[in-house]
């Protein structure tokens, strides 16, 4: 009896001791916006691919992507932007409708950017693209939706887009 109270108690141990291993999401459907924070100083909330969730810009690491209201047009433009000094961004096509770009979002299995950009620029509904990190990862998303509007007097804009993380630096999505 005494042997297999100790057999058992090493046994709770042995469990109680293993650490659970914290999945990351490689996919999903995310909204991001431009709303400003203040603490010590000025942030907003982007999305990082490779956490798959938000981060704020005055994290480490930073995120991988941020909205951004370009007000030097009229109407306003939303963009994405990169938080590294590297082209980023491959537009690969925009679509008519919802149902033809999710098609093609699905079906996206590998792709070839012949030129990367600096930003996603202009973002709109129906639109997919790649983005690439720093560390030569891939990501491909969807734009669901976008609101560009003002609120409260100031340029609001917000990003809903459905992605799919690759980090293991290939060019073929799961």
């Given amino acids: ?19 659970e291993e914290v999945k990351v999401r490689t996919s999903g459907t995310d909204t991001i916006d431009n709303t400003t924070y203040q603490s010590t100083t000025y942030y907003v909330y982007g999305f990082s691919f490779s956490q ?3 981060v704020s810009t005055i994290g480490q690491p ?3 992507i941020i909205v951004y209201v370009n007000k030097d047009n009229t109407p306003f433009r ?11 961004f491959y537009k690969v096509g925009d679509y008519p409708d919802e149902n ?5 979002f699905d079906n996206l299995k590998t792709f070839t950017a012949t030129r990367w950009t600096d ?10 693209w790649i983005y690439r990190s720093n560390e030569d990862t891939y990501t491909k998303f ?22 799919v993380y690759q980090p293991d630096g290939t060019t073929t999505f799961p």
Avoid: H
């Fill in 142 to 163: 969807r734009i669901v939706s976008t609101v560009n509007e003002i609120r409260q007097t100031l340029a609001y804009g917000e990003c809903t887009f459905q992605w």
């Fill in 100 to 104: 033809s770009a999710k098609a093609a």
């Fill in 62 to 64: 930073g995120p991988d």
């Fill in 52 to 54: 798959g969730k938000l």
């Fill in 119 to 128: 930003m996603a620029d202009p973002i709109a509904a129906n639109q997919i």
């Fill in 78 to 88: 939303l963009t994405l932007q990169a938080n590294n000094l590297n082209p980023s």
């Fill in 1 to 19: 009896m005494k042997r297999l109270s100790i057999i058992l108690l090493a046994f709770v141990i042995t469990l109680s001791s293993c650490e």
